[in-house]
């Protein structure tokens, strides 16, 4: 990101109003690590919390971004953004780094080449689905990160097969997003084209093993 | 790739003795595509043959390039390749411009991001295995082509789960090589470790298929 204007979010104070502050499954969207903190204390009941953040927030509040990675338990970030707040090159190190600060679960978003997920005991790479039309990009990282939470909210649990489907669901919903502009693509997303690009998917990255 | 010195390449005139002149595959790396052109015509019987190329050729001598390209079964490239071969940005695109040229399989690396396969009917994709130690990326894509073409050899066919899993055995045999400079890693590589890292990239894209 070369440029960050926060507009309206710069004086953003969120209410909660219940049930929306029992829910068992939270996202944390970008924006102020403060804004994050105080989602996370409106709560009422511990639910599973997934954030994002960015460059702007982890050169600019790196205190902050701290505690709330450290209450967070799957952090969604680039691959830029996962060697900034890490330190780290290599992927697979800056994964780790970031889990040792307290997550169960980093998810690394690649844009067109897909994303990486790094859980307790393994790593899981999902390829995004090649398009034909590829208008714009905003909201996919975002996509990716609902359609996500959503299909783990509906399992009730963050386990490794879960997590897995999660992050094909996700590739899944992002897809759309970025075939228009705004939420035009995935406003008219009908539950037959959401089954065939699963199914697109499985069948881009499906071998026979190779018996040696 | 910034800047090409031929050095020895400059003049060199490929001898082709029996009975490598009758290998039912063939592999012309990347270099001068009227070297490539000999060593085609020196071939006494029709090899299924695979080609790399790079910007050098692409640019200095593109009508060469094409006569290569229409006498070859397997294209491999990287993105950028791909995407000055057909002055296509989409990959889709790029794939399906280079197959109208002749190849029936297009093969685009992406270096960390794996390779894409590009055949009748279908794509695969195929991630780069997640490596602590990348130490230096040169001959990472003359080992996948290596990888590919043994596999393809053994098998004796380029039918389209052949392609697959010799996708997946270049992926694998590429992955030793940039965990060292030279061939030091590759040159004491075993059949062991091997199948450790087929079972590793079979386990980083497995996952069940979501019932909606």
Redesign the interface.
């Known amino acids: 990101t070369e440029d960050t204007q926060l507009g309206v979010f710069a004086e953003f104070d969120p209410k909660i109003p219940g049930p929306y502050n029992e829910v068992p499954f939270l996202f944390l969207g970008n924006i102020h690590p403060q804004l994050q903190l105080d989602v996370l204390d409106k709560m009422t009941k511990k639910p599973i919390v997934a954030a994002d953040t960015m460059n702007f927030w982890i050169t600019g509040t790196p205190d902050l971004l701290r505690q709330v990675i450290a209450r967070v338990d799957l952090m969604l970030v680039n691959d830029a953004e996962a060697q900034m707040i890490s330190g780290k090159t290599?992927?697979?190190?800056a994964a780790d780094a970031i889990r040792a600060m307290g997550p169960k679960v980093v998810v690394i978003k690649?844009g067109s080449?897909?994303a990486?997920l790094f859980f307790e005991g393994?790593?899981?790479?999902?390829?995004a689905i090649?398009?034909?039309t590829?208008k714009d990009p905003t909201g996919a990282g975002d996509t990716f990160a609902g359609g996500m939470m959503g299909?783990l909210a509906r399992q009730g649990n963050i386990e490794a097969?879960t997590l897995?489907?999660a992050a094909?669901?996700g590739t899944v919903m992002a897809s759309f997003t970025v075939e228009d502009f705004s939420l035009n693509r995935l406003g008219s997303v009908g539950?037959g084209e959401?089954?065939e690009r699963?199914?697109q998917l499985?069948?881009?990255?499906a071998?026979?093993?190779?018996q040696?």
């Open positions: 290599n992927l697979l190190d690649k080449h897909g990486m393994g790593i899981f790479v999902v390829p090649p398009l034909r590829a299909y097969e897995k489907q094909v669901a539950k959401i089954a699963m199914e499985r069948a881009l990255s071998f026979t093993p190779i040696l």
